[in-house]
């Protein structure tokens, strides 16, 4: 897997992150949407990067002028329902793009720190021959990711898969790096040090989609 950390340069990604993670800034859920939109921006932005474009012809007012434009067809993927503002950011960049929507959650069948990855819901068009960027704000064991990635893609051979997530830990940068494609690319706006018993990223920021959307029951 080829990992890409924006947060080594000082850019305005940073601010974005740190305003993210602000407990004083966090109770206006209106905010916290709009910075992850915005970092989702810069994800599309610093992704388009590495995208094919092909020559072509534009004709203004003046003249005709040689240009380019994305070569490939883009769809672009949230992880339910935390990944929605950043999934907002992204195709109001990649604006063509077509949509698709997967969930995940953790299951405490027993009702302490053990968990399993459900998977219950899937709307995507077909993703073959296809540039696919899947959006989940939250790197934390990897789990999650991995899953909705196996979920998406069964039966499906998209041309590049480009992983969008704000904060990553490291054991969740491992688990994707063992269990994934050596092809895929992960774009990580920050990284934090570790994991905690309950496997919740230190310092991180707390629940995402709470954070965003309401807590959930």
């Given at each position: ?160 898969v480009h992983l969008a997530v704000v904060i990553a830990a490291p054991e969740g940068i491992a688990y994707l790096e063992e269990h994934l494609p ?36």
């Amino acid at each position: 897997m080829i990992v890409h950390n924006l947060y080594k340069d000082n850019s305005i990604l940073n601010h974005f992150v740190s305003q993210l993670r602000d407990v004083t800034l966090q109770r206006d859920s209106m905010r916290f949407r709009k910075n992850i939109h915005r970092i989702g921006e810069v994800l599309a932005y610093e992704i388009s990067k590495t995208l094919p474009f092909t020559p072509q012809t534009v004709a203004t007012p003046l003249g005709i002028k040689e240009t380019t434009k994305l070569a490939d067809g883009i769809v672009v993927c949230s992880v339910l329902r935390a990944g929605l503002a950043l999934h907002e950011g992204l195709i109001s960049f990649f604006d063509d793009a077509e949509n698709a929507f997967i969930s995940a959650f953790r299951n405490h069948p027993n009702n302490d720190d053990y968990f399993e990855i459900v998977m219950e819901y899937k709307a995507a068009p077909s993703l073959t021959g296809k540039t696919v960027i899947i959006a989940d704000p939250m790197l934390a064991t990897g789990m999650s990711l991995v899953a909705a990635c196996d979920k998406l893609l069964e039966n499906e051979t998209p041309k590049d898969v480009h992983l969008a997530v704000v904060i990553a830990a490291p054991e969740g940068i491992a688990y994707l790096e063992e269990h994934l494609p050596d092809n895929f690319h992960l774009w990580i706006a920050d990284t934090d040090s570790h994991l905690n018993e309950k496997k919740y990223i230190v310092p991180g920021l707390g629940d995402a989609g709470d954070l965003a959307y309401g807590v959930k029951l």
